[in-house]
Structures are given as C-alpha cells and as structure tokens.
Nanobody, 114 residues
Framework: QVQFVESGGGLVQPGGSLRLSCAVS????????VSWYRQAPGKQREFVAR???????DYIDPVIGRFIISRDYAKNTVYLQMNSLKIEDTAVYYC????????WGQGTQVTVSS
C-alpha cells in the first residue's frame, strides 16, 4: 500500500520557520522523485519543490532562498525546511510522487499569521 503521510505544520508568525516531514511507504523510495505541493484557500493546488531520487532539487521562484527540500534514504522521509515564512505561504501542504491522484494524503496545515 502506497502512503504519503505529511506532518509538521502549524501556526507561525511571519519570518518564522517550520520543518515539514513526508513519510513515504510502498514505493521504491530510492528511485522515486518526491515533491511538495500546497493548496491555499480558494486556489488550486500548486507545485512547490521536488527532489529526485539522486538528490537533484528544484523549486518555484517564490520559495527560492527560503525553502529547502531534502530526503533521508534511511528513513524513507522527505523534508521541507521553510524559513522566512510569509503570509502567502499559508496553505495545506502535501507530498506526492508525480502528483499521482491515488497517492494524495491528508496534508498538513501551515498558517502564517501575526
């Protein structure tokens, strides 16, 4: 059974930091790219960052220099370190591989507010 389980969200003030975790099971983790996505209220889900099986990363422009995606092969876990958070980063954050519909989890809520 394939599972992507997100955790680590919360309420943080602008300028603060959070680290999200994505626990992955049921796929070949070492070979699979894993991405973070987010969906803000009233908006479509959007891609945020990706790390390939070999560790190559890419990001959307608004998070470059603030977010870092990484993966732990021993723990089958992908992280998203989010620094200098802005109000517009508020969203439910999800992880997936290649945005496969059946693999979407519950997500983790990130709220940036003063």
């Amino acid at each position: 059974q394939v599972q992507f389980v997100e955790s680590g969200g919360g309420l943080v003030q602008p300028g603060g930091s959070l680290r999200l975790s994505c626990a992955v099971s049921g796929i070949n983790f070492k070979m699979s790219p894993v991405s973070w996505y987010r969906q803000a209220p009233g908006k479509q889900r959007e891609f945020v960052a990706r790390v390939t099986g070999s560790g190559i990363t890419d990001y959307i422009d608004p998070v470059i220099g603030r977010f870092i995606i990484s993966r732990d092969y021993a723990k089958n876990t992908v992280y998203l370190q989010m620094n200098s958070l802005k109000i517009e980063d508020t969203a439910v954050y999800y992880c997936n591989t290649n945005a496969i519909e059946a693999y979407w989890g519950q997500g983790t809520q990130v709220t940036v507010s003063s």
